[in-house]
């Protein structure tokens, strides 16, 4: 028995801080690779990223030149776009992003990947309901984490930072990247349900009409993902068991 309303034939679950406990990776990369770009820039007195307050309002779940361009410009700071073809090195938007790309490669590594029990149980009790379901996520490194996470076979289907680029798709907060899950998994989006932890993928499905799009919070802060549009606010999906 799941929590869901009646109508929910398909599940589409966020990846990082949904499905595994890989937000806190993201949060500590980019404010490593901000900080050093902003005391580069602007000199040792510059303010740090604020983890608290710039990770969910610039760069959590957004596609990552768009978490680079976006927190960026809160600092009056433009770059040049650049190429996929820069390097760490290279001062672009491209770059930048590079550059905590290979930062949170190293920390998981160094720390592996957890995965939430809770999501692991609800996904397997949706599984076992006959919900066919997929992984939705901006992350260029969803195959590695989900096999780092032992949460491969359970998600052949993909929307990931790769498909995301290769088929020229909106990244969130534009709804698209989960109305392709719902293609792909041949459901309409009034039949299906968005499970996501970050402001930017909240609001992505609210915009695309979802059966119902839970909030999934990580952080003590239901309101704010109703107010960017979760229908429902859970701490963990395991409340959705029932
Ligand atoms: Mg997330």
């Known amino acids: ?21 890989t937000a806190t990776v993201h949060a500590e990369a980019w404010k490593r690779t901000f900080d050093a ?26 596609k990552r030149e768009d978490g680079v361009r976006d927190f960026l410009a809160s600092r009056g700071i433009e770059l040049p776009e650049g190429t996929p073809a820069d390097g760490p090195d290279d001062d672009t938007v491209f770059g930048v992003g590079k550059r905590k790309n290979a930062l949170v490669m190293e ?18 009790a949706a599984i076992a309901a006959g919900m066919a379901v997929a992984v939705v996520s901006s992350s260029a490194n969803t195959d590695r984490i989900l096999a780092a996470g032992g949460l491969a076979d359970r998600f052949p289907i993909r929307v990931d930072g790769v498909r995301i680029a290769a088929e020229g798709i909106a990244g969130k907060p534009a709804p698209d990247s989960y109305l392709r899950g719902a293609e792909l998994l041949g459901e309409p989006p009034g039949a299906a349900a968005v499970f996501e932890d970050a402001l ?30 979760a229908d429902v606010v859970v701490s963990d999906l395991e409340e959705l068991i029932g």
């Open 1 to 21: 028995m799941l929590r869901l309303p009646g109508e929910v034939r398909a599940c589409l679950f966020d990846m990082d801080g949904v499905l595994t406990n």
């Open 37 to 62: 770009y902003l005391r580069d820039r602007l000199g040792p007195d510059a303010e740090p990223f604020d983890v608290e307050r710039d990770y969910g309002t610039y760069v959590d779940g957004k």
């Open 107 to 124: 920390l998981i590594d160094e720390r592996g990947v957890d995965v939430y029990p809770g999501s692991v149980r609800f996904v397997d």
């Open 200 to 229: 930017a993928g909240v609001a992505a499905g609210h915009a695309g009409g979802f059966a119902v799009t839970v909030g999934v919070d990580r952080h003590g802060e239901p309101e704010a993902l109703r107010q960017a549009g």
